[in-house]
């Protein structure tokens, strides 16, 4: 592949100083870090990511995760696959900060990790081009 994002929950404790869990990513039996943990309990926080500029092929991904009893979750998985191959029944992930999505004015950042409104009737745009596009939302969510 060409890129990889992994994601998971953040719940660290860091009662006496030392941050408990606390994880490494590798590809390749080789580091490539992680992100610094965030201070709350946080869904879908990226643990580390990977841009491939060596070459395609197969990888291997290994999490290390480290703790003294708290828990360490892996959520998900962001691939990308290389530009030349072939993906049947692909999904495509769109995140809030693509360019390809345009906001009206009404929309703001919610920390930097999504956008949100609180106008009804707010839009937002996205051109879809292919034999069969689909854009799933909710019409309405309540709380």
């Not at 990977?50 to 998900?76: C, E, I, M, Q, R």
């Not at 029944?89 to 009206?104: C, R, S």
């Not at 937002?124 to 596009?133: K, S």
Request: glycine share 10%; with cysteine; aromatic share 12%.
């Amino acid at each position: 592949g060409s890129a990889m994002n992994v994601f998971g929950t953040t719940n660290i404790n860091n009662a006496s100083g030392t941050i408990d869990p606390t994880w490494e990513c590798f590809i390749d039996g080789t580091s490539i870090g992680s992100t610094s943990p965030f201070q709350y309990a946080e869904n879908n926080w990226l643990l580390c990511t990977w841009n491939n500029n060596g070459p395609a092929g197969s990888h291997v991904l290994t999490v290390n995760a480290k703790s003294t009893g708290h828990n360490f979750w892996f959520d998900w998985l962001q691939y990308e696959p290389p530009q030349n191959a072939s993906v049947q029944n692909g999904v495509v992930y769109l995140d809030h900060m693509d360019p390809a999505i345009k906001f009206d004015s009404s929309w703001r950042s919610l920390g930097g990790s999504a956008n949100m409104t609180t106008k009804e009737g707010s839009t937002v745009t996205l051109d879809l081009i292919g034999a069969h596009p689909c854009l799933q939302v909710p019409s309405k969510i309540q709380y």
